[in-house]
């Protein structure tokens, strides 16, 4: 069987969307090559993909480069082409606008991490919301198979898109073992590297309206006002530059917390566990989320964690992390004092945390990709 990914999503830049194409390829290789030699892979490469991780795959896989960022062109003719020469059994596409446009040559999976500008269109940009939906109904007409990361998921894509439930497959993403309480020497040297806080709140993702920050900043506030919090506890909103985020930045100045409020932009993936490891709490109370890797990755770093009680979140959590209502300003700074001041609390969902993080690994979430895709051919 010979399988072909859409590799240009093979770089951490992508945000969620790389890191799963990257953990979930690194696991289907090795599998391959302990348990599956009936199965070979071919990753069609563009600009976009990362060298550094394709050198990692080097020799466990064949590269077909193809030498155009525009994804419209590469699904247009470039992968068709590929597919036909490479003589592909299975091709997935690792989010939704991978699958080719026409000349379509043995099966196509593809993975929808979410239908989010379906249900929250007013976070994206128009033309974000066009590629979305046009993007979307391609799934709906050409994918054999669609794999989703979540329940809540599979849910959103037969309401959405009216997808049969014997087309979708659920299959929740890993969390690397990498992700575990950090080495005081790592939390010292990430402080430094991105200028820290001794105490800080985290949040993590894009800033972009979806992740709600702009209702966390309000909890905070708020916090600040009533003494609900020690002054020297700063709140950390780690991640690059997001679509529409410009509400954040009038926000943090509108509520006077610009001393308060830090900054630290992209946080390099080998950073994230110190990053993860040295707050006090860590919030992240998104709108919506497809699977909501951060939780993961927080709670097994040991860190106490609060979300949000819709979408994916609760599903994700399950039971490790306090849930509130996103849109609640009050009440979400009500469960962060709750979640400070009662040491019990910290230490149990502390531990809940690493125990159900433990419980989600990218070589589970490759075994039954394999499995998706032995069941087409």
Sequence with gaps: MRIGLDGKVLTLRAGGTGRYAINLTRAMLAEAAARRPDVDFVVFTGPQTSRAVMEEFRGACDECFLGAKSSVIRSLTLVPAALRRRRIDVFHGMDHVGIPLVGKT?????????????????????????VARTALARVRRKADLTIVPSLAVKDDVVRCLGLPDDRIVVTPEGCDPRFRPAAARSLDEAAVRYRLPPRYLLAVGMRDPRKNLTTLLRAFARLRQRGGIEPGLQLVLAGPRGRLDEPVFRTVRSLGLEQVVRFPGFIDDDDLPAVYSGAELFVFPSLYEG????LLEAMACGVPVITSNISSMPEVAGGAALLVDPRDVRGLAAAIEQVLRDEALRGRLRDAGIARAGRFSWETAARQTLDAYASLV
């Design 106 to 130: 043995g099966k196509c999976v593809v993975t929808v991490h979410d239908v989010i500008p379906l249900i929250l269109p007013e976070t994206f940009t128009l033309r974000h919301r066009l």
């Design 291 to 294: 699977f909501g890797l951060p």
